[in-house]
Antibody, heavy 123, light 107 residues
C-alpha cells in the first residue's frame, strides 16, 4: 500500500526558508517511471503545482517559482524534500505531496496524495 | 505556458441530476496527460480520471471523462450526495497546471 506523509513547520516568518519532507511508504523512488510531486493550496483557493522529481532524479519546477524552490530525494531514507526560500505571507497554504507512476494512475496523474500539511507565513 | 480554464465556476444541481464540467486548454494538448480530481472540504484531492477518459481504481461508473485537443469534459451521470465537492482538471506537459476548479453544490 502506497502512502505519503508530509511534515515540516506549521509557522515560518517572512523571508525565512521553508523545508518540507514527504515520507514515502510502499514504493521506491528509483526509476524514471515513478515520481513525487508537491502541490499547494492557499486557503479557499485552487490547487497549484510546485515541483516534481522522478526516480532517475529528473526534476521539474513551476516556472514562476523556479528561483525559490528546490526538490531533492533521499532514496535510502525514502523521502522527498521541498525547500522554498524567501517565504512570504502569500505562500500560506496547505502543502501536499503526491505520487505519480506510468503504471498506476497513468502518466502525469497524481494517484496517491498525502494528507497535507498547513504552513502559515507570519511574523 | 498552457492555461487550463474550467467552467462553470459553480454548478448548482440536485441529487440525481447529471453534471457536466468543462476544462479547456489554451492550446491543443495530448489527452494522455489530462486528469480529473475531486476534493472535499478538509481533504486531499482524489484522482478520478486519467488519460482524459480512464477511471481510476475504485471510482464509480457514474463518473466519465471525454474530450481531446483543447476541450475536455467530466460527466457525473446521476449526482449522489457524496459527489458534491470541488473538481479540478490537471494537465501534464512536462510542467503541471491545474484548472481553477468547479464547485458542484446542492441546489
Amino acid at each position: 500500500q502506497i502512502t505519503l506523509r508530509e511534515s515540516g513547520p506549521t509557522l515560518v516568518k517572512p523571508t525565512q526558508t521553508l523545508t518540507l519532507t514527504c515520507s514515502l511508504s510502499g514504493f521506491s523512488l528509483s526509476t524514471s517511471a515513478v515520481g513525487v510531486g508537491w502541490i499547494r493550496q492557499p486557503p479557499g483557493k485552487a490547487l497549484e503545482w510546485l515541483a516534481l522529481i522522478y526516480g532517475d532524479d529528473d526534476k521539474r519546477y513551476r516556472p514562476s517559482l523556479r528561483s525559490r524552490i528546490t526538490i531533492t530525494k533521499d532514496t535510502s531514507k525514502n523521502r522527498v524534500v521541498l525547500t522554498m526560500t524567501i517565504m512570504d505571507p502569500v505562500d500560506t497554504a496547505t502543502y501536499y505531496c503526491a505520487h505519480t507512476a506510468y503504471d498506476s494512475g497513468g502518466p502525469g496523474a497524481f494517484d496517491i496524495w498525502g494528507q497535507g500539511t498547513t504552513v502559515t507565513v507570519s511574523s | 505556458e498552457i492555461v487550463m480554464t474550467q467552467s462553470p465556476a459553480t454548478l448548482s444541481l440536485s441529487p440525481g441530476e447529471r453534471a457536466t464540467l468543462s476544462c479547456r486548454a489554451s492550446r491543443s494538448v495530448s489527452s494522455s496527460f489530462l486528469s480529473w480530481y475531486q476534493q472535499k472540504p478538509g481533504q486531499a484531492p482524489r484522482l478520478l480520471i486519467y488519460g482524459a477518459s480512464t477511471r481510476a481504481t475504485g471510482v464509480p461508473a457514474r463518473f466519465s471523462g471525454s474530450g481531446s485537443g483543447t476541450d475536455f469534459t467530466l460527466t457525473i451521470s446521476s449526482l449522489q450526495p457524496e459527489d458534491f465537492a470541488v473538481y479540478y482538471c490537471l494537465l501534464d506537459y512536462n510542467s503541471w497546471t491545474f484548472g481553477q476548479g468547479t464547485k458542484v453544490d446542492i441546489k
